[in-house]
């Protein structure tokens, strides 16, 4: 009889990086001038989804 653990659901946001890449936009015009990575709000930065 095994015993299985369940992975930890990712987190849909950050697909499991706990990270996420956002536009940086500057000036009126929002210009974009590439991406950020920022830490990924709806885990906190675990990567795990939140129940
Ligand atoms: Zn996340």
Redesign the pocket.
């Known amino acids: 009889m095994a015993t299985r653990k369940a992975p930890p659901a990712k987190?849909p946001?950050?697909k499991g990086s706990?990270e996420?890449a956002r536009a940086v936009r500057v000036g009126r015009k929002r210009r974009s001038v590439g991406q950020q990575t920022g830490l990924?709000l709806?885990?906190l930065?675990?990567?795990e989804a939140a129940e």
Do not use: F, K, P, Q
């Open positions: 987190c946001t950050c706990g996420v990924c709806a885990c930065g675990s990567g």
